[in-house]
T-cell receptor
Framework: DADVTQTPRNRITKTGKRIMLECSQT?????MYWYRQDPGLGLRLIYY???????NKGEISDGYSVSRQAQAKFSLSLESAIPNQTALYFC???????????FGQGTRLTVV | AQSVTQLGSHVSVSEGALVLLRCNYS??????LFWYVQYPNQGLQLLLK??????LVKGINGFEAEFKKSETSFHLTKPSAHMSDAAEYFC??????????FGAGTILRVKS
């Protein structure tokens, strides 16, 4: 089993719908991150969390919200999806500021 | 706030030639620096990292990078490119604030 699991892997949704992307990890890490990847823009940070009581906005948090349900689970929600949120979304975890991040396989989201 | 600039969104080299992918960073404190690789339809995999100590860092698959504080650079090199090196490469920076910020990525093409 993968250390960082994202569900669903692919999703097509309609404009205005609410959608949740889920991430779970078995690494035992405190730090969890959500990124979106767009061609030519790299990975941009949406939200990050140091523990279940600490949630921080990244550089592109508008239109998104998150929930850290447990140390191992970090969900990303789009309250009202719009087409420019079509992207590849990655969850990542790590256990320190100088340690590597471990990534999930990504969720490809299409908003039509 | 930290940031990363990767010069060249696309780099093309011949098989057997030197690979050089450029990364410059901005950070108000001594940074931790990372290079990741992404193969098509996959997540990100760590190539190498610099935290402290030796400024020349060796990674997997024959890649290495040198941290140059005076130039705020962390360029990735490989003496001889293989076809299997074709992928997208991301430079990332982290500081004591726990954020992990990525560059826009460089797509490496290897010609036979």
């Amino acid at each position: 089993d993968a250390d960082v699991t994202q569900t669903p892997r692919n999703r097509i949704t309609k404009t205005g719908k609410r959608i949740m992307l889920e991430c779970s990890q078995t690494k035992g890490h405190d730090r969890m991150y959500w990124y979106r990847q767009d061609p030519g823009l790299g990975l941009r940070l949406i939200y990050y969390s140091f523990d279940v009581k600490d949630i921080n906005k990244g550089e592109i948090s508008d239109g998104y919200s998150v929930s850290r349900q447990a140390q191992a689970k970090f969900s990303l929600s789009l309250e009202s999806a719009i087409p420019n949120q079509t992207a590849l979304y990655f969850c990542a975890t790590r256990d320190g500021t100088n340690t590597e991040a471990f990534f999930g396989q990504g969720t490809r989201l299409t908003v039509v | 706030a930290q940031s990363v600039t990767q010069l060249g969104s696309h780099v093309s080299v011949s098989e057997g030639a030197l690979v050089l992918l450029r990364c410059n960073y901005s950070s108000s404190v001594p940074p931790y620096l990372f290079w990741y690789v992404q193969y098509p339809n996959q997540g990100l995999q760590l190539l190498l990292k610099y935290t402290t100590g030796a400024t020349l860092v060796k990674g997997i698959n024959g890649f290495e990078a040198e941290f140059k504080k005076s130039e705020t650079s962390f360029h990735l090199t490989k003496p001889s490119a293989h076809m299997s090196d074709a992928a997208e490469y991301f430079c990332a920076v982290s500081d004591w604030g726990n954020k992990l910020v990525f560059g826009a990525g460089t797509i490496l093409r290897v010609k036979s």
